[in-house]
């Protein structure tokens, strides 16, 4: 955890049980980061894999809004940037679940872990609040708070200008 991964940016979690056909979670660099964007389609429910939630289905969550956003002719929300960033020769990006979201306050943001290991937090994420890939409704979409413990809440569809982004990778 902490150490820096193939693509440049910081490993946040570890599949040590072997559930998934990956071992490690990568949070993009500082560098990377965006603000103000909208999650996008405020008023329509996407569905599907759009709503997941867990730890692993961020990928599928971001493949599902991004199909969702090109078909209906919308472009620059959260998921899309994260599906198009190309940073260090890797272009295997996609925004995290709100699970995954929730690993990245606990191992790089907190200051301890979820083995109650004290580490300087690492990765320069703001006190601000961070969109997951995770659809709540047609008007809302999940995301954490960074200010308040990383706790899990809902903001609106249409972004504002305390959301980040922060895109993830699975290798």
């Known amino acids: ?20 056909d990956w071992t490690y979670l990568e949070a993009a660099p500082q560098s990377t980061q965006w603000t103000d964007k909208p999650w996008g389609d405020y008023g329509t429910e996407i569905g599907g894999d759009a709503a ?7 990928q599928a969550a971001t493949d599902a809004i991004v199909a969702h956003m090109s078909g209906e002719g919308i472009t620059g929300t959260a998921a899309q940037i994260c599906d198009e960033l190309d940073y260090n020769d890797y272009k295997d990006w996609f925004l995290p679940s709100q699970d995954e979201l929730g690993k990245i306050f606990v191992n ?3 200051g301890t872990d979820e083995n109650g290991v004290t580490y300087t937090p690492v990765g320069s994420f703001s006190s601000a609040l961070y969109w997951s890939s995770s659809e709540y409704s047609s008007n809302n979409a999940l995301l954490r708070d960074f200010r308040s413990g990383g706790s899990p809440s809902t903001g609106t569809k249409q972004g504002g200008s305390l959301l980040r982004i922060r895109a993830v990778r699975a290798f």
């Open 1 to 20: 955890l902490r150490d820096t991964g193939p693509a440049g940016g910081l490993i946040f979690y570890i599949d040590e049980a072997d559930e998934f």
């Open 52 to 58: 997941l939630t867990g730890l692993g289905d961020g």
């Open 108 to 110: 790089l943001y907190k």
